[in-house]
């Protein structure tokens, strides 16, 4: 008799988000398609003020992606060669590849290894009086430290920007995500908690020059209409994701709380499964919100990629965020990092999992992937007996 074939359960379930939805948002697209604005326009500017009062911020700016948001803000603060900007080097290749095309050099500052956030004490020692920004990612959900970061930013009169393309309602002290630094950059890709069918993404602030700086930079640096003030580039948000993405925003703290309710489950389960030794669940610091954009565990003894290629053979979703430190990439072996500069980043490389996570997930979707990772534990114990 054949083995009965379970249900498999993807990393990121967006088809069952989709359908709870769809009327509202083939609404949406209808009506962008009937307005005949399909850039920029009212409902990008209906969005950028939604977002706004969200973060609790003055000023929204809508672009194209996430990237974009990080090149917009890079930018607005006059980034460029003969600068330098320190970030972390775990994290994902646009916030390094931003800085890059920039011309101003990227140093990097190893993380907490409990959160994957860029370590305050790392930063100071970075510091130049070539430092033009700090840049610190909010990784898989959770705030980096921020009020060390202030402080040194303060001392040495250096801008914060937040890559915040993970952390959309993410807080830090009672403050969102959107007002922890100078400029705060978001993505709505469609992975993300706050996210379209499509690239989009979202720079937010209360200085007002930047924003308008920011809104001439996303169409080719236009101040007004065909007069390029500055050298910008198209960076422009399409109406129709604007659209779908206001139907979604007033959804977004129901679909925290129930991100956050999967990550409690998924630490019982993996408590109750005895599987802590092997498994190190996500480590929520004090005064943060984090909003689980993924579930992060890290896999002992070696066996990270093993567990990868068995959950997948039984189709479970998962993925490595990410496999190589950002000083280890090929294209950037011109700055001279070598292997053990940063060994926080390089264990974590080595070590963590994104187990499925998305707010509709069920307890039994749960349930199913931690007994596959205690199989595979018990399998590896007889083994190894």
Not at 219 to 246: C, F, Q, S, T
Not at 255 to 268: F, K
């Amino acid at each position: 008799m054949d083995a009965i074939r379970h249900p498999d359960v993807p990393l990121c379930d967006l088809l069952t988000q989709y359908r709870s939805l769809q009327a509202e948002v083939e609404q949406a697209v209808c009506r962008v398609l009937a307005s005949g604005q399909a850039i920029l326009g009212p409902e990008v500017a209906a969005l950028e003020k939604e977002v706004a009062d969200y973060c609790g911020a003055a000023y929204a700016v809508g672009c194209g992606s996430g990237t974009d948001a990080i090149s917009l803000a890079l930018h607005a603060l006059d980034v460029g060669p003969g600068d330098e900007v320190i970030l972390p080097p775990f994290t994902f290749f646009a916030t390094l590849g931003c800085v890059l095309r920039t011309g101003a050099r990227p140093v990097f500052a190893d993380i907490d290894p409990q959160t994957y956030n860029i370590d305050p004490l790392q930063v100071a020692n970075k510091i130049t009086p070539r430092t033009k920004a700090i840049l610190p990612v909010h990784l898989y959900g959770q705030t980096a430290d921020m009020e060390p970061l202030w402080r040194i930013a303060e001392r040495h009169h250096i801008a914060i920007i937040e890559d915040a393309a993970q952390a959309f309602g993410a807080e830090y002290q009672k403050k969102r995500t959107g007002t922890l630094g100078a400029i705060a950059c978001f993505s709505f890709y469609p992975s993300k908690n706050l996210g379209t069918y499509g690239d989009a993404g979202m720079v937010v602030t209360n200085d007002p020059d930047w924003a308008n700086k920011m809104k001439a930079l996303r169409v080719h640096g236009m101040e007004p209409k065909y007069y390029h003030k500055y050298l910008g580039w198209n960076a422009r948000l399409d109406a129709i994701h604007a659209a779908i993405l206001r139907v979604k925003l007033p959804h977004i703290e129901r679909w925290t709380a129930q991100r956050q309710a999967a990550a409690q489950r998924y630490d019982q389960l993996i408590e109750q499964a005895h599987l802590t030794q092997w498994l190190t669940r996500p480590v929520v610091k004090p005064q943060r919100r984090h909003v689980f954009n993924q579930y992060i565990v890290r896999v002992a003894k070696g066996q990270r990629d093993a567990l990868v290629k068995h959950l997948k053979s039984e189709g479970i979703g998962c993925e490595i965020y990410y496999p190589l430190s950002l000083h280890l990439q090929e294209c950037v072996r011109h700055l001279g990092y070598q292997v053990g500069d940063f060994p926080a980043s390089e264990e974590a490389s080595r070590e963590v999992l994104a187990l499925p996570i998305f707010p509709e997930i069920t307890l039994e979707q749960q349930k199913r992937v931690v007994e596959l990772c205690a199989a595979f534990v018990r399998r590896h114990n007889r083994l190894a007996a």
